[in-house]
């Protein structure tokens, strides 16, 4: 049956961090599809931009392997579909038995969201806290975490670049063009690219997209960013090109950093990266000299060595030069939810505040940043017979086995759990070692919305409406934990029933019966999110109720932030204006805008003493001392660099599982630059081995002088396994991670080197 709906529905692509706003019709079969797709004109962020992936929505709502009911694994490896009941008490009485035994601190969890959906967390973490989980990890721990760590020791707040009215913009390992990180950024990118009194430049070995539309692009050498930010910094010192009256009154530490700066080997440096010495000093002073500056770095630097190094060095050139806190410049976003202390599971309502002692993880001793354990020593901390090792998981909208390097430790070590449960739409690379699979229903078939909200000075904050009734068979997370908590026998119908008697009497009996519950009852806050979720859920519009932890999220964010509410128009009383905020975001078809900053503010958010930035990392100064002594290491048996997972036109992590979705065009390349080809005896479209130190694959070629030669560059996200009819499992494209090795990461944040992989190509025989 097919029954089209020609009424536009609003909703938000899910594939990037920027959830731009959509317009939909559902149609085709049962009037399951999504048939038609344009850009929401009424959203306040993307305002009716779109780029080409919105249109594959429909491949990720009728993916390949879409689970419709609970599986557990058998004993040949294979899985069968069982109740939701059973599966239900099973878990609990699995994770009940591993916490008695082992202690929460033997749970691991993984993942809580992806680039389109965070709402699911906040029920995990009920869960999580029933096992008396202590520790996680999600994919922030193989990129943001460095950075952000560098972003608490300098100015003790997340920022974000205002690249749509900067004078001078800055890539560094970043190719917005495909890879966005902020809102409508290919019409950004024209703009700057078209005014001369503007300019843009890019570091990065390949000349992307981005690059290719640059005043400067500084096509360093792999791996040689922290030799090229250093050789930036030496010349702002040498030069005294640094803004002395700004960085003595907004900054702390630079008699400490100063002499280092000045000690740079300029000439050296450049020679390291392969980069005009002239071009550097050019670069330098367009910074220095210009009224506002933004940077953002990316992958590029953060999955590469020395990248929390060169996550340091690329604020010192910003703050030295007096780019913050203005317009053009980073500013510091008021986020509804931090992610950061969601990371840290101090997601739902109440939680306490961060505490600020070192943590580190229990077998390999990495550090935790934002509570977070590196992706890289998830293997380690399993595949061991250390007392404290991991004795199971909890998976999340996460694909690690696919995501994290080297899958075949993290297949091996799912295998060696004791228990293992995902959580997921499909039957992924992941799901496939796990013991239970349990389905979740699609985010367009439940409310969703994500927490990247990295706007400034008007934050908008977008819950989505469900465009399908759930797929039969599966069920919200909210769902799904608030069962698992109550198999586990902390919460029950007693816990609910005042909460859902004051609900009678209106919203605010209930916020008032809320707050007064939490006060009596630790028990309320720690399972808030299932607690409203049973008590509020009932209450909301069709399909709305996996919202109701917001309401909870609305009530810390007005207490948090009630001058910049007040301005987006959420001011009064805090219980009122926190529960007028959550009406608007449940009313709010393409996203409401809940903080309204100003220039101030953004100081205000700086988290140091006077609202300084500090300039002075005494972990990070000597390695910069280093790097003089260290030039980037070269492998003779594997002498090019592979940059294993560059975002293409056509990937988009593995949230899209249908390999429909490729129709023409070449699919999964290894992109070689024609010297290398040449030198390899290999032509445009030939299949080639690659090999690293991990495994060897098999390939296709796109011959291109985008690649510098010596540098080499697969997509990320594809290679994905799609079972066929008769049971066989097919791969498609080259799963980038066979090939790392979680050895090869971060001194400090356990960060890999996905951009410095060593490998070689050779003909096949
Ligand atoms: N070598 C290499 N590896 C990389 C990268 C690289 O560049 N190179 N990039 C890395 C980066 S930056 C990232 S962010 C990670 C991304 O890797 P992951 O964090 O593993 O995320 P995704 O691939 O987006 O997988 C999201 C999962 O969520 C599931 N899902 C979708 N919707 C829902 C839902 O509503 N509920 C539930 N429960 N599940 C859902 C999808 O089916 C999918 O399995 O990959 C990383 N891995
Ligand atoms: N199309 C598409 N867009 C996406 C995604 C997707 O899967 N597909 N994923 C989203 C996610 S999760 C993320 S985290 C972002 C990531 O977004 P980006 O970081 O922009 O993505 P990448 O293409 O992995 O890497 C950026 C650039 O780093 C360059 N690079 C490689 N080696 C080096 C080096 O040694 N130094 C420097 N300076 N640069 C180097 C590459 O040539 C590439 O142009 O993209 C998001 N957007
Ligand atoms: S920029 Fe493209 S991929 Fe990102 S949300 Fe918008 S349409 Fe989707
Ligand atoms: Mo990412």
């Not at 249109?55 to 069968?80: C, H, I, V, W």
């Not at 029920?123 to 608490?152: C, I, M, P």
């Not at 024209?190 to 981005?210: A, F, G, H, L």
């Not at 069962?483 to 609910?496: C, P, Q």
């Amino acid at each position: 049956m097919t029954d089209t709906n020609t009424e536009w529905k609003k909703t938000a692509c899910i594939l990037c961090s920027i959830n731009c706003g959509l317009e939909v019709q559902t149609g085709g079969e049962g009037g399951r599809h999504i048939i038609k797709i344009r850009g929401d004109d009424d959203h306040p962020v993307s305002r009716g931009y779109i780029c080409e992936k919105s249109q594959r929505m429909d491949f990720y709502q009728n993916g390949a392997d879409r689970l419709t009911l609970p599986m557990r694994r058998k004993s040949d490896g294979s899985y069968e579909a069982i109740s939701w009941d059973t599966a239900i008490s099973e878990i609990a009485r699995k994770f009940k038995d591993i916490k008695a035994q082992h202690g929460g601190e033997s749970i691991l969890y993984y993942g809580g969201g992806g680039q389109g959906n965070h709402l699911g967390g906040a029920y995990a973490d009920s869960f999580l806290k029933a096992v008396g989980n202590q520790y996680r990890s999600n994919a922030l721990a193989q990129e943001k975490t460095g950075e952000f760590w560098v972003q608490g020791k300098m100015l003790g707040t997340g920022v974000h670049g205002d690249f749509e009215h900067c004078e001078v913009a800055v890539f560094i390992g970043k190719n917005p063009w495909h890879s966005h990180g902020f809102a409508r950024a290919r019409v950004v990118l024209k703009e700057i690219q078209k005014d001369p009194n503007r300019k843009m430049i890019v570091i990065d070995p390949r000349r992307s997209e981005t690059a290719a539309m640059a005043d400067y692009h500084v096509a360093i050498k792999p791996g040689t960013d922290a030799w090229c930010l250093a050789a930036l910094l030496g010349i702002i010192a040498q030069e005294g090109l640094w803004a002395k009256d700004w960085v003595a009154q907004h900054t702390g530490g630079l008699d400490a950093v100063l002499p280092s700066l000045q000690a740079i080997n300029v000439a050296q440096h450049a020679a390291v990266c392969g980069v005009d010495e002239a071009l550097l000093r050019e670069v330098a002073r367009c910074i220095a000299q210009a009224k506002s500056v933004s940077v953002l770095e990316d992958l590029g630097l953060q999955m590469n060595v020395h990248s929390t190094l060169g996550s340091y060095l690329q604020r010192l050139i910003w703050v030295l030069t007096g780019h913050y806190g203005r317009p053009g410049t980073s500013n510091a976003p008021v986020p509804l939810l931090s992610l950061s202390k969601a990371s840290k599971g101090e997601s739902s309502v109440g939680a306490n505040s961060a505490k600020r002692v070192e943590r580190r993880s229990p077998v390999a001793n990495a550090k935790i940043i934002i509570g977070l354990i590196p992706c890289n020593v998830i293997p380690e901390e399993i595949l061991t017979d250390h007392p404290k090792r991991y004795r199971a998981m909890l998976i999340q909208s996460g694909n690690p086995v696919h995501s994290l390097a080297d899958s075949q430790r993290m297949r091996e070590a799912m295998r060696a759990l004791e228990l293992s449960v995902v959580v997921d739409v499909a039957m992924t690379e992941t799901a496939r070692q796990a013991d239970y699979v349990l389905p979740a229903c699609s985010q367009f078939e439940k409310a969703e919305a994500t927490f990247f909200n990295l706007e400034f000075p008007r934050n908008v904050f977008h819950l989505r409406q469900p465009l399908f009734a759930p797929l039969p068979g599966t069920l919200p997370e909210a769902e799904i934990y608030a069962r698992l908590v109550e198999a586990m026998g902390e919460l029950s119908d007693k816990d609910y029933a005042p909460l859902r008697r004051a609900l009678r009497f209106g919203r605010t009996a209930f916020a008032l019966t809320f707050l007064a519950q939490s006060m009596r009852k630790p028990k309320v806050m720690k399972y808030a999110a299932v607690i409203l979720y049973r008590s509020l859920g009932d209450h909301l519009p069709k399909g709305m109720a996996s919202a109701s932890a917001l309401w909870g999220v609305a009530q810390l964010y007005i207490q948090g932030n009630r001058k910049v509410a007040a301005k987006a128009g959420f001011g009064g009383f805090p219980i009122f204006a926190a529960e007028r905020l959550f009406q608007a975001l449940l009313q709010g078809r393409s996203g409401v805008v809940y903080a309204m900053a100003d220039h101030e503010d953004s100081w205000l958010s700086v988290g140091h003493p006077g609202h300084r930035i500090n300039l002075h990392i005494p972990e990070l100064l000597p390695e910069l001392g280093k790097l003089a002594h260290e030039p980037p290491k070269q492998d003779p048996d594997f002498p090019l660099i592979l940059a294993a997972g560059e975002r293409r036109a056509e990937t988009s992590n593995t949230a899209v599982r249908d390999a429909a979705w490729h129709k023409r065009g070449s699919y999964g390349t290894l992109r070689v630059n024609p010297q290398d080809a040449q030198a390899i005896g290999c032509q445009d479209g030939d299949v080639v081995q690659l090999s690293t130190r991990r495994a060897t694959v098999e390939v296709p070629v796109e011959v291109t002088d985008m690649m510098q030669p010596g540098n080499i560059s697969l997509p990320n996200g594809l290679g994905l396994d799609y079972q066929q009819p008769d049971g066989q499992l097919v791969r498609k494209g080259v799963a980038p991670n066979e090939l790392t090795d979680c050895t090869q990461r971060d001194f400090l944040a356990g960060t890999p080197w996905h951009k410095y992989v060593p490998a070689r190509v050779s003909r096949l025989a």
